[in-house]
């Protein structure tokens, strides 16, 4: 008895892989001559989890097998299972369904949520030789998945459950003759609302297995994943001499961004998928589909406006599946982000209706109901006023709650704590606004944007710089935090890099603000900061809790890093800004400390990493779910590659090391398909700028801008830049 995914059984396969691609995960095994292939993915249309099991003999026998596929069900949510489960187990029964050969789950707790409740449902593509639906019974007394008793046995036992702990297993006989492969597949799946309407959940779980048991119907589920994926991914594809990155940049990047837009904060291999919506986490997830899936953007994107509050506040996280109510902690930094999110919209689509649409407030009163409604613009215009009124006494923002870093806000418990990293981001927002303004027409917006932009930019000027670099903000009796004074945390990366990001201060604060932080880099990321704050017995210290080296408190948070390389490219810093890219690309890190050390996915990108103040330095944590990756994604493709969407266009500006002779893009954009070939004549050994359009020779100015215009009547469009 073996397992094609390795685990649970003690018996190991003689030979293993495992192969992720967007959507699919492959384990390939091979065990006695017998070789297995147990893909796994979900099928776009309905809620099914396809379980594809290929065998092939590879002896000169005939093989007889049994093959068991079972799935542990857990009760309907996780916190009630936790909490309520040992009541809940009598209130749940799993059968097994002659007409559709399948077993089935049903919770019959329902409660507030009745019409949530689904039906479960596990069934096989061949005709079932047993099942088992109770736990228990399928794995006997004391025994768990490594030799469950069913298995053993070699049947079932056919167990239906009417109370207990729930499971589904199947059995299926097969013989394979020698050279021969087979195909059986598994689904487990969901049909929606059975509590309240168990003939249509029934229907429809019967129409679901009619269409997957056709000959070609997980084919054609596969295929439509595929085309999915495809047209996802084919937006933005580059042609790079460094294949790792490229890999990371063309594949892995945007599928994680896809996993960060779908589920936000709530759930991965770590996380329970409790945490619903984070606001300023989606505004950011969303800026990396924003430019291959604008769509969806822009309904994320509306949805998080409804989630504001009339004074231009926002919710801190919502929890729309659940119907729960939102968190409503006021942070500075949540409803700074909209902004940003509405020009990466506006930026790729140039649509600007979205600025008229009506959308409805969240009401103070009850934080679900709507108070009224306004345009879009006027939203934003609400977060601009939010912030405006609630500056501290060096006239930047109040911290309140917290920043875009969540334990900053312990400077600030007294309400008047400052942060320079939310006046950075203000301002970042009021310049993306002013340039909207002026497309969209609204010029008296325009001066007080420009007017806010003024006021900020001095008042961050003349209290937020060091002497050597940016600080991070002052706390609730004035002190200055993150300056060489600091007896912790004397220097933070954000303010260095967002001070870039924002154009605050002179050309050369900004570079030396950078060269500073360049002291955090650890060779495996940036330090957030330095040196950590020593935690218990220095109970005071602000950021106790947090050990040094760990989390907010100096990991290397590779969210932040992403920042640090944009601004590393927009000061044209080549080298230091790819160094901080590819460092930090899972598989890179790998070779560098090990797996072992690092502990995570070698292709999804991390929150943060240990830093070398603790004995853990080089663990990752918490992987799928982070901001870094939708960041990472447009650090790479608009910052470092340079190929970025803005209000007047696409401008083609990339920043690239020094030894490269060129790259390739192909990029969809406002219907066109653009051909971009960017030539490093100094490396190719060539001399000189020319940029040249559809063949057509252009003044070779300092950035290159694709507008409405040259896109005109043309599906193809190619670019060559020689610089
Ligand atoms: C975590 C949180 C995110 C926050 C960041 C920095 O990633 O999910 O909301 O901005 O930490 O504190």
């Keep these: 008895m073996w397992s094609p995914t390795q685990r649970p059984c003690d018996e190991k396969p003689d030979h293993w892989r495992a192969v992720h691609s967007p959507g699919k995960t492959v384990f390939h095994a091979e065990k006695n001559r017998l070789s297995a292939a147990l893909k796994f993915f979900i099928t776009p ?19 007889k097998l ?11 949510e996780w916190k009630s299972e936790t909490m309520w489960g040992y009541y809940i187990k009598h209130m749940l029964k799993v059968w097994h369904d002659k007409k559709t050969d399948s077993v089935i789950y049903l919770d019959h707790l329902g409660g507030a949520r009745t019409e949530d409740v689904p039906l479960v449902f596990f069934a096989s593509s061949r005709k079932s030789r047993s099942f088992a639906g109770s736990r228990e019974a399928f794995m006997g007394p004391y025994r768990d998945e490594r030799l469950p008793l069913g298995v053993e046995k070699g049947h079932c036992g056919n167990s239906e459950l009417h109370t207990g702990e729930p499971c589904a297993a199947l059995q299926n006989r097969v013989s394979i003759a020698p050279g021969q492969e087979i195909e059986l597949n598994f689904f487990l799946g969901v049909a929606p609302s059975a509590l309240k309407k168990f003939k249509e959940a029934h229907t429809k779980l019967a129409a679901i297995l009619v269409k997957l048991r056709k000959e070609d119907g997980v084919a054609r589920e596969e295929a439509k994943l595929d085309q999915w994926w495809g047209e996802h991914l084919e937006k ?25 837009g779908r589920y936000s904060r709530s759930v991965n291999t770590a996380a329970p998928g409790i945490r619903g919506i984070g606001f300023r986490d989606s505004c950011q997830d969303m800026l990396a589909v924003a430019y291959r899936k604008p769509e969806w953007a822009v309904k994320m994107f509306l949805y998080l406006l409804s989630q504001q509050y009339r004074d231009g506040h926002a919710v801190h996280s919502t929890n729309p599946e659940e119907r729960e109510p939102p968190s409503i902690s006021i942070h500075s930094d949540d409803h700074l982000w909209l902004p940003l999110l509405a020009y990466a919209i506006f930026a790729e689509t140039g649509d600007k209706s979205l600025f008229t649409k009506k959308v409805l407030f969240l009401s103070e009163k009850d934080h679900v109901s709507a108070a009224g409604s306004a345009t879009v613009w006027e939203h934003l215009m609400r977060c601009v006023k939010f912030t405006e009124t ?3 006494s060096h006239k930047i923002p109040l911290t309140l709650k917290s920043d875009w870093n969540d334990i900053i806000g312990k400077f600030a418990q007294k309400g008047k704590g400052e942060s320079v990293f939310a006046g950075q981001q203000y301002l970042v927002a009021l310049k993306y606004l002013s340039q909207i303004a002026e497309c969209i027409g609204r010029l008296t917006d325009r001066e007080w944007l420009e007017d806010c932009i003024k006021r900020q930019s001095d008042a961050l000027i003349a209290c937020a710089w060091d002497g050597k670099w940016w600080r991070r ?30 154009g605050l201060g002179t050309l050369e604060q900004r570079q030396k603000g950078m060269l500073a932080a360049r002291k955090l880099d650890t060779g495996i990321g940036i330090k957030i900061l330095d040196p950590g704050f020593k935690t218990w017995p220095h109970i005071k210290d602000p950021f106790s809790g947090y050990g040094p080296g760990t989390g907010e ?8 890093n992403t920042w640090a390389i944009m601004a590393e490219a927009l000061l044209g810093n080549a080298e230091r800004a790819w160094k901080y890219f590819t460092q930090l690309i899972p598989h890179n890190i790998i070779q560098k400390v090990g797996i072992d050390r690092y502990e995570a996915e070698p292709y999804a990108w991390v929150s943060n990493i240990i830093g070398p103040e603790n004995p853990r330095f080089g663990w990752a944590n918490v992987t799928q779910i982070t901001g870094t ?3 990472m994604d447009v650090a790479a493709t608009q910052y470092l590659l340079g190929i970025r969407p803005t209000a007047k266009g696409l401008l083609v500006a990339p920043c690239i090391p020094s030894g490269w002779k060129g790259f390739k893009v192909s990029r969809r954009y406002r219907g066109c398909l653009l051909g971009i070939e960017i030539v490093n004549s100094h490396a190719a050994g060539r001399r000189g700028r020319k940029v040249c359009i559809d063949g057509k020779e252009l003044p070779a100015h300092e950035d290159v801008l694709i507008t409405n215009q040259m896109l005109l009547g043309k599906n193809k469009l190619k670019i060559t830049i020689n610089f």
């Design 629 to 631: 990756a939708p960041w």
């Design 66 to 76: 049994d093959v068991f596929a079972y799935s542990e069900l857990s009760q309907l």
């Design 390 to 392: 609630h500056l501290g």
């Design 236 to 260: 933005y594809q580059c042609q790079i001499p460094d294949k790792t990155a490229m890999r990371q940049i063309n594949l892995w990047s945007p599928v994680n961004s896809v996993h960060t």
């Design 553 to 560: 408190n100096g990991a290397i948070f590779c969210h932040a």
């Design 45 to 63: 249309d309905d809620d099914v989890l396809v379980w594809n099991l290929k065998l092939a003999n590879l002896s000169n026998e005939t093989r």
């Design 473 to 502: 903000g002052f706390d609730d009796d004035g002190r200055p935090v993150g300056s060489s004074k600091s007896p912790f945390g004397k220097i933070f990366v954000n303010p260095q890099s967002w001070a870039v990001l924002s």
